[in-house]
């Protein structure tokens, strides 16, 4: 996709590639100063957009998810990895969720999730990419989006537990 920024027109695509050449390299453990020559761009560079995705380790963490499918076998995991805070939720469960409440209750709910959700330090997210990004701009705290689907997702979706049990490790070290 192609982006008019002033009398510049910017290629998308191309910047996504590089930036993931750039993780892609770092991933494989060469320096910051390494990449950068390779690729003839500035190591600050490189530093800048890690600082942009880092995730900060340990902390309390959150778990929410939905439509999630196997939503007992995510919470179990959940409980053994001792996660504080699990929502997770069916599709029938989030229908009835909204279809059983007034609107002024549903509000009153959804900003009661959201307060006991910004006390913790990382948000893992279980859900549609347009879900996850509206949840970064929403939280203060750090989202790790487990995207489960493109938007709007109307059925149930199975999520790996042991994926969700890597990630949570991953953020909990």
């Not at 530093?47 to 380790?57: A, C, D, N, T, Y």
């Not at 309390?60 to 699990?86: D, M, W």
């Not at 859900?127 to 990004?133: E, G, L, T």
Request: negative net charge; glycine residues 6%.
């Amino acid at each position: 996709m192609l982006l008019r920024i002033g009398d510049k027109i910017i290629n998308s695509p191309k910047i996504h590639r590089e930036i993931d050449k750039i993780l892609e390299l770092r991933g494989n453990g060469l320096s910051q100063q390494e990449v950068a020559q390779q690729l003839g761009i500035d190591r600050t560079f490189i530093s800048r957009l890690e600082s942009i995705g880092e995730v900060r380790k340990g902390g309390r963490v959150a778990l929410i998810g939905f439509p999630i499918k196997n939503c007992e076998e995510i919470q179990e995991v959940a409980r053994e990895e001792g996660i504080e805070y699990c929502l997770l939720l069916s599709e029938k469960e989030r229908m009835e969720f909204i279809e059983e409440k007034p609107g002024k209750e549903i509000f009153e709910s959804i900003m009661e999730i959201i307060s006991s959700v910004r006390q913790y330090d990382i948000v893992i997210l279980m859900a549609s990419n347009m879900r996850i990004k509206s949840s970064e701009k929403l939280l203060d705290n750090y989202v790790v989006g487990i995207e489960i689907g493109k938007s709007p997702i109307s059925e149930d979706v199975y999520v790996s537990p042991q994926k969700v049990k890597d990630i949570i490790r991953d953020v909990m070290k």
